[in-house]
């Protein structure tokens, strides 16, 4: 048996800083007690040393926000010591559907009419058509099998990197996370056939044909391999 | 055990109630029983249209709060010996004096009665648009090939695809002018169908003849020979079930030449 003390945080050094490994099976207060401990036998800092990003993984144990930030304040007393990320191992149920939610594609079949707004978490795909006054929001990539002739807003939680794709696009707007583009007053009657809306480095809606989608977004691709 | 039929279109003026009048008149000319309900409560129409005006001796809200029988207050089409009936709206009250319970009840009680009730639904999407549709099985959306009365039939469509009791709407195009098809300054019948994406039940072109026969009180669908009459025929056989192929409005190609050769060839 090992008769040593329960070490409850132990500390790793890596390339890029310090990581703690706080240990799961023991209570919260003794955890925190032992890394006021821990922490305070350290080497003392000088003025002038550059701060230490810290990494923190809690394990299997679950931290609310409030510990979290318990944690956070212990660490920060330390004046170079800041801490870069929690890791843990575990989710609760909400965050793991929320993740879900916005990772996922829903697929829907109908028209969005006038008045109408259609709003999902992740990505979108709607086979048919958003008629003017309807909008369309998603909290990632839009894709319209249909005409988009209303209002469409990707990425609406503030995704700069969401795409709008449309079998053809004559929207009333484009929205990207805060972005807004107007439409032309008047459009052509041919030459809106597959294009895609998508926001450049200076955070302007640039509308284009969808062939341009894979150099400015490679990270669409999430199957590898084919031909 | 009859259906219920709300003829609506959101934006007023497009011709829900000549529709209801004319689609009601030729559903009783294929010999159905047909009652013709007026729900646009304040702003009546129906009665006036279907020359039946000063017979009103009580309506609707008089019906649903108990102060009659339902069979007191139709009035009965003369042209018919048994087959077409309105319950007309009040004149004096407003939209609100109903609930949607109300009228569920009372057509669920005239259901049994007839082969068909018709309902003529208030312009707009409030209580009256509600009333309407509350009790009805099947939706006819009535619109113009112009595009502010498109879009509100678009919003329309969007509020019934919401009621579980109705079937999918289908569409009446109203008023269709045939040299402005020509001409490209309307929108045609295939943009307003690929538009709103539902199912086209009729056309009706555009005849002065509408407005002479409201006049005379007495709805155009009497008339054999008018072509709105023909096409509001040509409607009620598709409620009906039969396959009536769409007469086409407006191909006529235009030159002189060839009304010419139409002139000789038809007279």
Redesign the interface.
Known sequence: MNKRIQQNVMIKGTKDGFMLHLDDSCSFSELLKELEVKLSANYQFQENDPSISVKVHTGNRYLDEQQEEKIKEVIHKKKKLFVDEMISNVLTKDEAKRWKDENQVTTVT??I????VFEVPGDLLLI??V????TVRAGGNIYIMGQLKGIAHAGYKGNNEAIIAASVMKPAQLRIAGQVNLSPDQYTKWGHDLECAFMDEEENIIIEKLQVLKKYRPNLNRLEGGL | MGEAIVITSGKGGVGKTTTSANLGTSLALLGKKVCLIDTDIGLRNLDVIMGLENRIIYDLVDVVEGRCKIHQALIKDKHFEDLLYLLPAPQNSDKTVVNEEQMRKLISDLKPDYDYVIIDCPAGIEQGFRNAIAGADKAIIVTTAERPAVRDADRIIGLLEKEEHIEPPQLIINRIRGHLLHEDEEMDIDGVTDFLKIDLIGVIPDDDQVIVAANKKEPIAYNPDNRVSLAYRNIARRILGESVPLTPIGSEPKGFMSKLKKFFSVR
């Open positions: 109908k028209v009419r006038s008045g109408q048919g058509d008629n003017p006054d309807g």
